[in-house]
């Protein structure tokens, strides 16, 4: 054990259906020499195993080897002292017949493997960790349980390759007749790589084809919890199958159970419609055809839904309306099991899928003594091949303890393309909050992480205040995962009626040096995504809000918060406290500025620069080519997808002048700067462009800088000394020429100690 970031080795005895027992562990640099090491075993009837468990250090410096391995029938203690185990020598255990808190099939990982193994077949293992992986920017940094133990994962670094899978099988589960069992673990699923993990649930032999569990794709960095219903009439064993996707592509499993019974909440407030006896909800007898509870993709194509929302799978089950063989405006009612009537808001939630034809209907009723009245929740028409979320409050009645139930009312559409599906419902204690609006304190609300177009995830985080009340939670993206200059990540909201969405407001800190960017989109089912809101660089680490007119809105839609790493790996990009409300006077709000600086690009506004009352003309802050052909920019100097600033020649008279006036800047006697800018005077018309220094902007002087006529298609840069004593202002004026082929443009100013090198001159071309 030689080197300078060696780790552990320990010494384990494994007994069949138990977890493993360490008898000898040594952790750091041992020198560079063989050294003998001792392990007393404790006498016992039952045959075992030993296994030797090595761990990698932190780098390539931890080499650990054993040689010349021998039994003996004498006793011996620990070699050398200091060897001991955490928990000393362990008389070896009876082994376990059922699954107790850290049984043969219960694990937490943090002894040992329990009752899982190896499966021979795959090509290659799953391994038991503690702390970060060997990767960076992948795999979890610490365990589940207590972010000090272990957990088990696939390392994807080579020699692995693409489509290599690992298997862990559990021991054997007995179940008696038919039963159901409740299977929970924690899964971690983080890098741009991430392939896939699979659950099975295996009887006999053979693998089955399909897993009765599946997650794809980076899942963000924290642990995900999943519960899986698992029925059987035999005994089996639960299979977890990584599948390699590229180098950055670790994936983690922690803290897996299985207990008797549904994973579904025995209130039957709660339903994912994987029992078959879907949670007490009956078919209505007064309708024209029933819901049928369905897997994998519905018997007509163009429509219905490929896997359930609960599990992404073809095994997983929903309730479903056919419409193959109904006639328009059949009616299917499925009726929730009875509730006590609410004394206090509750909130119903359920996954929809409304995928084919554009005459489909849903509604959602509540029914108190078998009378459905009116809709509490309505959708027509197709939202896309895709899971959708909604949440409604259902009534208090002025009887608050009259019971009720929840109606699910799907109407056919014109054609047999029009199945509707639901998935995963639930009613909690407390108002929903309104449609689309998140404070993320207790998750994500009705925001969900797009499974497709992205190759990120926005995560929950608490690392700095919230903007809510300073203890809560908020949605970000940490730029140092992904460690990947242009991967985004985008959070969907629900589908938002138009009617009642006039205006979005939320809260953003956009924080870091070179961070990336901030968008909004909106997109409907049969359009494409649109741009409505964009920030990009960093501003000062606090909250800002941001406001997006929604009102070209006319069927209802999504929006989509889109999170761009930029080119560093520190700072973050969060929102918290999204709302809507339905205001015609909506105004674009970007409250971020460039403070009140000399220096300015011009990204966000016209910094501390202020326009000159007395003047014809004003300076115009511009994005892209201006508005005349044959003048002005193509685009800004700063990165060609920003702001500068202009003087439209269009419309104006000749000689007229626009100034803008700079911040004070504050110079001392003998004290010199250097101002530099860059300039684009393009056009058969261009007038003058002149900069002056002074006190008093109502006598400007002499100009210290002059440049007249067309100077080319280009951005240029120039400079000159500042000097003077006292509050200085810097002035830029403008002076239109002889017609409208006259704009001219500046960008990127900024403000340095000392004098000016020199005079010389850049260039960008435009062409």
Same mark, same amino acid.
């Given at each position: 054990?030689?080197?300078?970031?060696?780790?552990?080795?320990?010494?384990?005895?494994?007994?069949?259906?138990?977890?493993?027992?360490?008898?000898?562990?040594?952790?750091?640099?041992?020198? &560079?020499?063989?050294?003998?090491?001792?392990?007393?075993?404790?006498? @016992?009837?039952?045959?075992?195993?030993?296994?030797?468990?090595?761990?990698?250090?932190?780098?390539?410096?931890?080499?650990?080897?054993?040689?010349?391995?021998?039994?003996?029938?004498?006793?011996?203690?620990?070699?050398?002292? !200091?060897?001991?185990?955490?928990?000393?020598?362990?008389?070896?255990?009876?082994?376990?017949?059922?699954?107790? *808190?850290?049984?043969?099939?219960? %694990?937490?990982?943090?002894?040992?493997?329990?009752?899982?193994?190896?499966?021979?077949?795959?090509?290659?293992?799953?391994?038991?960790?503690?702390?970060?992986?060997? @990767?960076?920017?992948? $795999?979890?940094?610490?365990?589940?349980?207590?972010?000090?133990?272990?957990?088990?994962?696939?390392?994807?670094?080579?020699?692995?390759?693409?489509?290599?899978?690992?298997?862990?099988?559990?021991?054997?589960?007995?179940?008696?007749?038919?039963?159901?069992? %409740?299977?929970?673990?924690?899964?971690?699923?983080? $890098?741009?790589?991430?392939?896939?993990?699979?659950?099975?649930?295996?009887?006999?032999?053979?693998?089955?084809?399909?897993?009765?569990?599946?997650?794809?794709?980076?899942? $963000?960095?924290?642990?995900?919890?999943?519960?899986?219903?698992?029925?059987?009439?035999?005994?089996?064993?639960?299979?977890?199958?990584?599948?390699?996707?590229?180098?950055?592509?670790?994936?983690?499993?922690?803290?897996?159970?299985?207990?008797?019974?549904?994973?579904?909440?025995?209130?039957?407030?709660?339903?994912?419609?994987?029992?078959?006896?879907?949670?007490?909800?009956?078919?209505?007898?007064?309708?024209?055809?029933?819901?049928?509870?369905?897997?994998?993709?519905?018997?007509?194509?163009?429509?219905?839904?490929?896997?359930?929302?609960?599990?992404?799978?073809?095994?997983?089950?929903?309730?479903?309306?056919?419409?193959?063989?109904?006639?328009?405006?059949?009616?299917?009612?499925?009726?929730?099991?009875?509730?006590?009537?609410?004394?206090?808001?509750?909130?119903?939630?359920?996954?929809?899928?409304?995928?084919? @034809?554009?005459?489909?209907?849903?509604?959602?009723?509540?029914?108190?003594?078998?009378?459905?009245?009116?809709?509490?929740?309505?959708?027509?028409?197709?939202?896309?091949?895709?899971?959708?979320?909604?949440?409604?409050?259902?009534?208090?009645?002025?009887?608050?303890?009259?019971?009720?139930?929840?109606?699910?009312?799907?109407?056919?559409?014109?054609?047999?393309?029009?199945?509707?599906?639901?998935?995963?419902?639930?009613?909690?204690?407390?108002?929903?909050?309104?449609?689309?609006?998140?404070?993320?304190?207790?998750?994500?609300?009705?925001?969900?992480?797009?499974?497709?177009?992205? &190759?990120?995830?926005?995560?929950?985080?608490?690392?700095?205040?919230?903007?809510?009340?300073?203890?809560?939670?908020?949605?970000?993206?940490?730029?140092?995962?992904?460690?990947?200059?242009?991967?985004?990540?985008?959070?969907?909201?629900?589908?938002?009626? *138009?009617?009642?969405?006039? %205006?979005?407001?939320?809260?953003?800190?956009?924080?870091?040096?070179?961070?990336?960017?901030?968008?909004?989109?909106?997109?409907?089912?049969?359009?494409?995504?649109?741009?409505?809101? !964009?920030?990009?660089?960093? &501003?000062?680490?606090?909250?800002?809000?941001?406001? +997006?007119?929604?009102?070209?809105?006319?069927?209802?839609?999504?929006?989509?918060? !889109?999170?761009?790493?930029?080119?560093?790996?520190?700072?973050?990009?969060?929102?918290?406290?999204?709302?809507?409300?339905?205001?015609?006077?909506?105004?674009?709000?970007?409250?971020?500025?460039?403070?009140?600086?000399?220096?300015?690009?011009?990204?966000?506004?016209?910094?501390?620069?202020?326009?000159?009352?007395?003047?014809?003309?004003?300076?115009?802050?511009?994005?892209?080519?201006? *508005?005349?052909?044959?003048?002005?920019?193509?685009?800004?100097?700063?990165?060609?997808?920003?702001?500068?600033?202009?003087?439209?020649? @269009?419309?104006?008279?000749?000689?007229?002048?626009?100034?803008? +006036?700079?911040?004070?800047?504050?110079?001392?006697?003998?004290? &010199?700067?250097?101002?530099?800018?860059?300039?684009?005077?393009?056009?058969?018309?261009?007038?003058?462009?002149?900069?002056?220094?002074?006190?008093?902007?109502?006598?400007?002087?002499?100009?210290?800088?002059?440049?007249?006529?067309?100077? $080319?298609?280009?951005?240029?840069?120039?400079?000159?000394?500042?000097?003077?004593?006292?509050?200085?202002?810097?002035?830029? !004026?403008?002076?239109?020429?002889?017609?409208?082929?006259?704009?001219?443009?500046?960008?990127?100013?900024?403000?340095?100690?000392?004098?000016?090198?020199?005079?010389?001159?850049?260039?960008?071309?435009?062409?």
């Amino acid at each position: 054990m030689y080197g300078q970031t060696i780790d552990t080795l320990t010494v384990l005895v494994r007994v069949q259906g138990v977890a493993d027992t360490a008898i000898w562990s040594l952790t750091s640099a041992q020198g &560079q020499q063989w050294k003998l090491g001792n392990a007393p075993i404790s006498m @016992s009837s039952k045959s075992y195993q030993i296994v030797f468990q090595g761990r990698r250090g932190t780098s390539v410096t931890g080499d650990i080897a054993i040689d010349d391995i021998s039994f003996t029938e004498s006793s011996c203690g620990v070699r050398p002292n !200091e060897a001991h185990p955490i928990h000393g020598p362990t008389t070896l255990p009876t082994p376990s017949t059922t699954p107790g *808190a850290q049984g043969a099939f219960n %694990c937490s990982f943090d002894n040992a493997f329990c009752g899982w193994t190896q499966d021979h077949t795959d090509n290659f293992d799953w391994t038991r960790m503690h702390g970060r992986t060997p @990767s960076a920017q992948t $795999g979890p940094t610490s365990d589940h349980t207590s972010s000090r133990g272990y957990y088990v994962y696939t390392e994807a670094s080579n020699p692995r390759r693409n489509g290599d899978k690992a298997r862990l099988i559990s021991p054997d589960v007995a179940v008696t007749g038919t039963q159901t069992k %409740c299977l929970t673990f924690w899964y971690f699923m983080m $890098g741009r790589n991430v392939a896939q993990l699979n659950v099975y649930a295996k009887s006999g032999l053979a693998l089955p084809t399909t897993p009765i569990w599946r997650r794809s794709g980076n899942q $963000g960095n924290r642990w995900v919890k999943a519960k899986v219903d698992i029925t059987a009439k035999s005994v089996f064993n639960v299979v977890f199958e990584s599948v390699r996707g590229g180098a950055y592509g670790d994936i983690a499993v922690d803290d897996v159970a299985i207990s008797d019974g549904s994973c579904t909440s025995s209130a039957m407030m709660v339903c994912n419609f994987e029992s078959a006896t879907i949670c007490g909800f009956q078919q209505s007898h007064t309708d024209q055809f029933d819901w049928t509870r369905g897997s994998g993709s519905t018997n007509s194509v163009g429509t219905g839904p490929s896997n359930d929302h609960t599990y992404g799978t073809s095994r997983g089950h929903y309730m479903f309306t056919e419409a193959s063989g109904r006639q328009r405006g059949n009616k299917a009612r499925l009726i929730s099991p009875i509730y006590q009537g609410p004394s206090t808001p509750m909130c119903l939630k359920f996954w929809y899928h409304m995928y084919g @034809s554009t005459g489909q209907t849903m509604n959602i009723y509540k029914q108190t003594r078998g009378v459905l009245g009116t809709p509490i929740w309505t959708k027509s028409g197709s939202h896309g091949n895709q899971w959708l979320v909604a949440s409604v409050n259902i009534p208090v009645s002025g009887q608050s303890s009259s019971p009720y139930q929840i109606v699910f009312e799907g109407v056919r559409g014109t054609n047999y393309r029009s199945d509707i599906a639901i998935d995963d419902f639930s009613i909690t204690s407390g108002a929903c909050l309104s449609e689309g609006a998140c404070n993320f304190d207790n998750g994500f609300c009705t925001w969900t992480n797009a499974k497709t177009g992205d &190759q990120f995830d926005w995560t929950l985080g608490t690392a700095f205040p919230d903007h809510t009340s300073t203890k809560g939670q908020y949605a970000y993206l940490e730029s140092s995962n992904p460690n990947h200059p242009g991967y985004d990540a985008k959070l969907v909201s629900e589908s938002l009626s *138009a009617h009642t969405h006039k %205006c979005m407001y939320f809260w953003y800190n956009v924080y870091g040096s070179n961070i990336g960017t901030l968008r909004v989109w909106t997109t409907a089912t049969t359009t494409n995504p649109k741009p409505l809101w !964009e920030l990009s660089g960093s &501003q000062q680490n606090q909250w800002y809000q941001g406001i +997006v007119p929604l009102q070209n809105q006319n069927t209802s839609f999504t929006v989509i918060f !889109e999170a761009v790493r930029g080119t560093s790996n520190v700072g973050h990009i969060a929102i918290d406290d999204v709302t809507f409300d339905d205001a015609q006077s909506c105004q674009l709000m970007l409250l971020l500025t460039g403070g009140s600086n000399f220096s300015c690009d011009f990204t966000y506004d016209t910094c501390g620069w202020t326009q000159d009352q007395s003047d014809q003309l004003d300076w115009t802050r511009q994005r892209g080519h201006t *508005a005349s052909r044959g003048t002005g920019p193509n685009s800004d100097h700063t990165n060609g997808r920003g702001y500068y600033i202009y003087t439209e020649a @269009s419309g104006k008279a000749q000689g007229s002048k626009a100034r803008l +006036v700079s911040p004070v800047t504050q110079m001392a006697s003998g004290q &010199q700067n250097c101002v530099t800018f860059w300039y684009t005077m393009y056009g058969a018309h261009v007038g003058g462009l002149n900069i002056y220094v002074t006190t008093n902007i109502q006598s400007l002087g002499q100009p210290v800088w002059r440049r007249t006529g067309n100077q $080319g298609n280009s951005w240029r840069s120039s400079q000159f000394t500042l000097t003077g004593t006292g509050s200085l202002k810097v002035v830029l !004026e403008a002076s239109r020429g002889n017609g409208y082929q006259g704009d001219i443009a500046v960008d990127d100013i900024s403000l340095a100690a000392g004098p000016c090198s020199g005079m010389c001159s850049h260039k960008i071309s435009q062409d």
